[in-house]
């Protein structure tokens, strides 16, 4: 049986000096176009490279699901979910907030989550039985249960707009109703900040395994409720996600589903 507890310390500092290194590299790198406002650089790939390399030596019968494809292999019982940079077109334009995420699955069980807000210096942290942890100290989501004082916050769709006009209306209500709208530009780092209690809800729609798994996790066992927009959990897999403090879950998740859910 796998201690869970002993490998994330070890991931955590895998990440840690994969994240000095995105710092060393950051004065020089190269952006390649992956499609419309999609962007990797050569920082994004070494990094991730670095990170399936240490991952593979912590945990050799792990497979992986990466963003920028480092490694096809597939494990039968364990694999990680890898965003080497998330929140790329923060990065190169250095600007705040963009992450390290990371993930571990036991067959379709989400068991770890650790994202590592480089800017801040924030290491979010979580596993299977534990609690939420931020730089060693004990996190939990918030308690506010009003519209009038939530703090929500969101992304913006940039590839897939089919549900553009209907996210726009969910937008608008929610600017009406609740205390302000945040669009940092890192799924991983909002979620995280949901976990926190720095923000109540977060929705998005179009994202990837990579973008949600660790935060997801995180979120959950920081006392947080994550969903898609129909309620189910299938949120990884159809890129649809809501994350709520439990107290104002159901309020935030009436509106979003009303808008967006059914047809998702």
Not at 172 to 201: F, H, N, Q, V
Not at 216 to 237: E, M
């Amino acid at each position: 049986m796998i201690d869970l507890e002993q490998l994330g310390k070890k991931v955590c500092e895998l990440v840690h000096q994969t994240a000095e290194m995105i710092r060393t590299e950051r004065e020089s790198f190269e952006i390649e176009i992956k499609g419309q406002s999609d962007f990797v650089t050569s920082i994004d790939k070494m990094s991730e490279k670095k990170l399936v390399a240490g991952l593979s030596m912590l945990l050799p019968e792990s497979g992986f699901i990466a963003e920028e494809g480092t490694s096809q292999k597939v494990g039968n019982v364990y694999n990680w979910i890898i965003d080497p940079i998330d929140g790329t077109t923060n990065f190169i334009h250095n600007v705040a907030p963009y992450a390290i995420s990371v993930a571990l699955m036991r067959g379709k069980t989400l068991v770890m989550g650790i994202v590592y807000e480089i800017v801040h210096n924030e290491m979010f942290y979580a596993h299977e039985n534990s609690a939420a942890f931020l730089n060693g100290c004990e996190i939990s989501v918030s308690k506010n249960f009003t519209h009038q004082q939530a703090l929500v916050a969101t992304g913006f769709p940039y590839t897939n707009f089919d549900k553009i006009d209907k996210y726009f209306e969910a937008m608008r209500e929610l600017m009406e109703k609740t205390s302000g709208i945040r669009r940092p530009g890192s799924a991983a780092t909002d979620l995280c900040y949901i976990a926190c209690g720095r923000y109540d809800a977060f929705w998005e729609y179009g994202l990837h395994a990579w973008d949600v798994a660790a935060g997801a996790f995180i979120v959950q066992q920081a006392g947080g409720r994550v969903c898609d927009f129909n309620g189910s959990n299938t949120y990884i897999n159809n890129g649809n996600i809501i994350a709520c403090n439990a107290e104002y879950f159901d309020k935030f998740y009436e509106i979003v589903n009303r808008h967006l859910g059914e047809n998702e």
